[in-house]
C-alpha cells in the first residue's frame, strides 16, 4: 500500500507521474526504446527539454519576459556557487534564514565580498528577520524563500534597486508570486519538481555577462543557454519525469490551484497543533509558519514512543525532524493528498486522547 509520504526531499510525486515515469523506462514513446537509453539529442528527448523549459516559464508566468529557463546538474548546492561566480563582481548581499542560506554565503565568500543583511542564526532559525536594509551597491540580493529545515517561509520580499536571487528549492510552485520582482530563482527538482538529478534555473538574460571573470564553461550560465540546456549531457530521466509533473500541475489548474490545496492542507495541519496541548510549533511566529514544511514538538516527551508508533502505524513515512531541529517536520509538498494530512491529524488526537 502507498504511503502517506512525508519525506523532506526526494519527496512524493503524483501517483499518475510516477506510472507515466515507469511505462516510459519500458517504452519510450512508443518507440521500442527505454528513456534511459536514447540519445539526449533524439527529436523525442529535444521535445522533453524545451517543454518541461516552456513549462516552467508558463507557470512562473515568466514567458516572453526575457528569462531563459535551464535544468542543470550539481543541485542548488552547485547554484550556491554558480551565482556568485556569474554575477559577483565587488560585493553581494545575503539574508540568512536558515542553513541553506549558511551555506549559500559560504560558497560566495568564496568569490567576493558577502554582507549578511540579517540573520535569526541566534535563534537556531525559528524566524525571518524583516526589519534589515540592503547596501545600494551590492551586486545582487539572495534570499531563500522556504526554510526546508527550519520551516519558515518568507511571505514577502524586499523591493530592491539591484538584481534579486532567490533559492525557491523548497517551494516552488507552490504558491502565486509576482515571479518578475526576482531576476534568478534556482530550485533543486527533488523537493516540489520531480525527482533528484535536475535543477531548474530561471535566470533573467539581462542581468549575465556584466563581470569580467573568466568562468568555466560548465559554470557559466551564458553556455548553458547557448546550447539550450544541452551543452553536456542533461539528466535526461530527471528532466523527463519533471516535465510530467509540471504537465500534472498544469491539467490541475497551475499554481493557482495548487496554492488553495497547499493552503487548505497547511491550516489543517497548523490549526491541530495549535489546538492539541502534547504539540506545540517551533517557530516563533505564525505568521512566518511554512506552508511546505511544518515543524513541531511533542510538548511531553513521555509520549514519544506512543505518536512514533502510532503514526508507523498509520502508513506514515519520512515525519522525523532534521537533526538541528529534532522534533517532527511535516513535508506537504504540491504532491501530498489532503488526505494523508487528515491521517497524521487524526493520529495526533489520537496520541493525546492515550496522554
Ligand atoms: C534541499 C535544499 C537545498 C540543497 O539542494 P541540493 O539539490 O541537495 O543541492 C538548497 N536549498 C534549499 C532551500 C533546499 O531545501
Known sequence: MKKHNYSAGPCILPQSVLNMAAAAVLDFNNGGLSILEISHRSKDFVAVMENARQLALEHLQLNDKGYTALFLQGGASLQFLMTAYNLLDKKAAYLNTGTWSDKAIKEARRIGEVVEVASSKEANFNYIPKDYSIPSDADYFHCTSNNTIFGTQMKSFPEVAM???????????????DFSKFDMIYAGAQKNMGPAGTTLVVVKNEILGKIKRDIPAMLDYKVHIAKDSMFNTPSVYAVYVSMLTLEWLRDLGGIAAIEQQNNAKAELL??????????????????????????????????????????????????????SVGGYRASMYNALPLESVQVLVDVMKMTENKA
Open 270 to 323: 497548523y490549526n491541530e497543533i495549535d489546538r492539541n496541548p502534547l504539540f506545540e510549533g517551533f517557530v516563533a511566529k505564525p505568521e512566518d509558519r511554512s506552508a511546505m514544511n511544518a515543524t513541531f514538538n511533542l510538548t511531553d516527551d513521555g509520549m514519544k514512543d506512543t505518536f512514533d508508533s502510532l503514526w508507523k502505524e498509520a502508513g506514515i513515512n519520512g515525519l522525523n525532524g532534521h537533526r
Open 163 to 177: 538584481p534579486m536571487i532567490c533559492d525557491m528549492s523548497s517551494d516552488i510552485f507552490s504558491r502565486q508570486l
